[in-house]
Nanobody
Framework: QVQLVESGGGLVQAGGSLRLSCAAS????????MGWFRQAPGKEREFVAA????????YYADSVKGRFTISRDNARRTGYLQMNSLEPEDTAVYYC??????????????WGQGTQVTVSS
């Protein structure tokens, strides 16, 4: 079992930055992949970024490539999503998930409660 709690969301102007954190509890966190997904009102949950259990491989959606960076610190049981050059289109609830390395949310059995990110123009 893995329990996840996101933090770090908020309101920011376009062009600004935020860093999301995902604190994990449970013995298996360091051995499974972590992903960030987001869901805007009326839209499906979409892939943002993922990182393998070791942190050695990362994957990004084309829409965030070059602007967002995913990382993790297994010793601290925490994952991160650094978001730079934010755009209004990035406005959504952001969720972290733990599971198999994948761009599909169905491959992540563990989820946090989400944190709201709002980017004003």
């Amino acid at each position: 079992q893995v329990q996840l709690v996101e933090s770090g969301g908020g309101l920011v102007q376009a062009g600004g930055s935020l860093r999301l954190s995902c604190a994990a509890s449970g013995r298996t966190f360091s051995s499974i992949a972590m992903g960030w997904f987001r869901q805007a009102p009326g839209k499906e949950r979409e892939f943002v970024a993922a990182v393998t259990w070791s942190g050695g491989n990362t994957y990004y959606a084309d829409s965030v490539k070059g602007r967002f960076t995913i990382s993790r610190d297994n010793a601290r049981r925490t994952g991160y999503l650094q978001m730079n050059s934010l755009e209004p289109e990035d406005t959504a609830v952001y969720y972290c998930g733990a599971g198999s390395i994948s761009t599909h949310h169905g491959d992540y059995p563990y989820w946090g409660q989400g944190t709201q990110v709002t980017v004003s123009s």
